[in-house]
T-cell receptor
Framework: DTAVSQTPKYLVTQMGNDKSIKCEQN?????MYWYKQDSKKFLKIMFS???????INETVPNRFSPKSPDKAHLNLHINSLELGDSAVYFC??????????FGPGTRLTVL | QQPVQSPQAVILREGEDAVINCSSS?????VHWYRQKHGEAPVFLMI?????EQKGHEKISASFNEKKQQSSLYLTASQLSYSGTYFC??????????FGTGTRLQVFP
């Protein structure tokens, strides 16, 4: 069973479109995260949710909106996509700040 | 503030040793180490808590000096499977993990 799963794995879209990425974890962890990895491989935290509540919202444009329908799911919706949004987006989960488990990533390409 | 790792890249022959350093400008609660292979997700290696402890994972070990706000990852007798990008991750609290700048390690036969 996959611990942290994301869909889709690849996303290619035009500038200005709206898209969503879904994430699910079956580890029973209490906190979920979104990270962005750019072309230089830097991993930057975007959001953190604990038990469906937003804990951290780093300096991310408000075109990005996370939604957590329940403890096991954290989705990321992006409005009005821009070229600079092209990156790999990783979902992750952890329990009380212990091991962070990452999903396989979603490679977003904005044309 | 993102932790700074050094060196940025390391090239090794199988069997050689390497040290990767991670330095933070902020006080640390703990340090994590992850390895990411090309096209894959980061994978947890180990976590070190305050107290200057050292930990080991196969032939990979690490130390954490919270006074200096530094951690080092030691890879001994490297194997081809060690190739990848290594990230340290630092926590000020348990809500977020801030990753370092990364160190790319390549091991050749």
């Amino acid at each position: 069973d996959t611990a942290v799963s994301q869909t889709p794995k690849y996303l290619v879209t035009q500038m200005g479109n709206d898209k969503s990425i879904k994430c699910e974890q079956n580890l029973g962890h209490d906190t979920m995260y979104w990270y962005k990895q750019d072309s230089k491989k830097f991993l930057k935290i975007m959001f953190s949710y604990n038990n469906k509540e937003l804990i951290i919202n780093e300096t991310v444009p408000n075109r990005f909106s996370p939604k957590s329908p329940d403890k096991a799911h954290l989705n990321l919706h992006i409005n009005s996509l821009e070229l600079g949004d092209s990156a790999v987006y990783f979902c992750a989960s952890s329990q009380s700040g212990q091991v962070w488990v990452f999903g396989p990533g979603t490679r977003l390409t904005v044309l | 503030q993102q932790p700074v790792q050094s060196p940025q890249a390391v090239i090794l022959r199988e069997g050689e040793d390497a040290v990767i350093n991670c330095s933070s400008s902020k006080a640390l609660y703990s340090v994590h180490w992850y390895r990411q292979k090309h096209g894959e997700a980061p994978v947890f290696l180990m976590i070190l808590l305050k107290g200057g402890e050292q930990k080991g994972h196969e032939k990979i070990s690490a130390s954490f000096n919270e006074k200096k706000q530094q951690s080092s990852l030691y890879l001994t007798a490297s194997q081809l499977s060690y190739s990848g990008t290594y990230f340290c991750g630092t926590e000020k609290n348990t809500d977020k993990l801030i990753f370092g700048t990364g160190t790319r390690l390549q091991v050749f036969p």
